[in-house]
């Protein structure tokens, strides 16, 4: 089973957001894909998604269920892929990373490296922006995601 890992600041919007959509298009956590989402920061730790990504997920079919965490150090031996959204977010895992002495080497990755329209590296943080900002940040992790599902069945399932 491929294990991935989508990181955001609070765990709260974006992330819990490309957890959703992947488990959405990969049919709900088949055999082949597991899905979990967690913040770097302790900032909303407990809470559910926020309210505008519960809304613009329902619009879209995408159920969010999760809970926010934080990461912590068994998640670099848990998971195969860790996909940040943003590059301080990315700084922050490999900062993390080096104080854990681990044996499985999980790749760790930008979520736009996976963008076809290639020029934005991060996934905007909405948290203090509009519902439309959802909307955008949505559009993003939607088109993201199918390259990224893609990417993980030709490296791994073919
Ligand atoms: P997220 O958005 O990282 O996409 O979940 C944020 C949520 C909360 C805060 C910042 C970003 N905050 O500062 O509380």
């Known amino acids: 089973m491929i294990k991935v890992l989508f990181i955001c600041l609070g765990n709260i919007c974006r992330s819990p957001l490309a957890q959703g ?60 892929y860790i996909i940040a959204m943003d590059r301080a977010n990315y700084q922050n895992i490999l900062t993390l990373k080096a104080r854990v002495s681990n044996t499985t080497e999980p790749k760790i990755m930008l979520m736009r490296n996976f963008d076809s329209t290639k020029g934005q590296i991060e ?25 990224f599902i893609t990417f993980l069945r030709e490296e791994h399932l073919s």
């Open 21 to 80: 959509i992947f488990e959405h298009l990969t049919m709900h956590q088949t055999e082949q894909f597991w899905a979990d989402s967690a913040g770097t920061s302790t900032y909303h730790i407990g809470e559910l998604p926020d309210d505008r990504a519960i809304a613009i997920a329902q619009k879209n079919d995408v159920a969010l269920k999760h809970r926010a965490r934080q990461i912590q150090k068994e998640d670099f031996e848990r998971f195969d």
């Open 123 to 147: 996934v905007p943080d909405p948290y203090y922006g509009t519902p439309q900002d959802f909307e955008k940040v949505f559009e993003i992790l939607q088109s993201c995601m199918q390259n």
